[in-house]
């Protein structure tokens, strides 16, 4: 099976160590007659966790790793062979899997293409419906992002407040349309299921008692001073830069582009709504060059 990369832009880094050659010197050295034990070795293609997908290109002399090139996005997946053989409706189960952290965004963003490309008109209940679940889930997303990002640099109790709250959202889901991850919930031309009796109530519910928990999460991780040492500075992208790796969303917006596709770009009833868009400031550290 072929590689498909997944809209995340190959890293082309070598992390190097004073006096040893790069990557692209090993030839050098076998053609100046040079003795060298170094080998070339793939690991991977391999997807850690829920942290996304990683091939590592690693250059070994014996034991010791020498150097190592990262190749980010790629994943054997076959997506769009399958798509090929079935009908437009029975599709929208594997985009469930695109991204399985925000299955309900996926199913969207499939759905509204093939509705566009067949002109169909959707009821405005259904609109409303759809614009809550993505939310939802959108929230429950950056959830997990934080919460694994914050336990991979040493801070274990952020992971645990996140998926505390991404439960809450996962019962809205799941006395929904009966998933808690994988929905085939935003079908061609409607939804799977009507909200059912007591979701609004519960909702509400859940978004009083989140709007409070967001400074909880900024206190516990965002201006930890460990945290700020740990992130800092490092991995810093100018907006040409972003621009240039074709970054969207919260990652474009750290580099302080005020863009956000929903706003500039609206889809669906998104040009109905008025939202913040939080745009990075460079308060923690260097933002851009």
């Known amino acids: 099976m072929a590689d498909v990369q997944q809209g995340v832009p190959e890293a082309d880094v070598t992390i190097e160590q004073p006096g040893l050659p ?4 090993i030839e050098e050295l076998e053609d100046d007659n040079l003795k060298s034990d170094m080998m070339v070795l793939n690991m991977g293609p391999q997807h850690p966790s829920t942290h996304g997908v990683l091939r590592l290109e690693l250059v070994t002399d014996g034991e010791v790793v ?4 990262p190749h980010i996005g790629y994943l054997h997946r076959c997506f769009e062979k399958h798509a090929e053989n079935l009908p437009y409706p029975h599709v929208v189960p594997f985009t469930d899997r695109l991204d399985y952290l925000a299955g309900m965004n996926n199913n969207f963003g499939y759905v509204l293409a ?15 419906i759809r614009v809550i679940m993505v939310e939802l889930n959108r929230i429950a997303s ?3 992002s934080f919460g694994t990002y914050g336990m991979d640099i040493g801070a274990f109790t952020p992971f645990l407040f996140a998926f505390r709250e991404r439960e809450d959202i996962f019962d809205l889901f799941e006395m929904t349309c009966g998933a808690r991850m994988l929905y085939n919930y935003i079908w061609v031309g409607g939804v ?4 059912p009796p007591g979701f609004v109530e519960r909702c509400r519910v859940f978004l009083n008692q989140f709007e409070s928990k967001i400074q909880e999460y900024n206190d516990l991780l965002s201006y930890n001073k460990i945290f700020i040492q740990r992130t800092a500075n490092v991995g810093v992208l100018s907006a040409d830069a972003a621009f240039s790796y074709n970054l969207t969303g919260p990652n474009l917006r750290g580099s302080g582009v005020d863009w956000d596709l929903r706003r500039d770009e609206p889809y669906s009833i998104y040009d109905r709504f008025e939202f913040e868009i939080p745009v990075g400031k460079g308060e923690m550290g260097t933002l851009g060059y």
């Open 192 to 195: 799977s299921h009507d909200l």
């Open 66 to 69: 020498e150097h190592v090139r």
């Open 22 to 25: 790069p990557v692209e010197a």
């Open 114 to 128: 093939v509705e566009n490309l067949l002109k169909l008109e959707i009821p405005e209940r259904v609109h409303y």
């Open 142 to 144: 950056h959830l997990v």
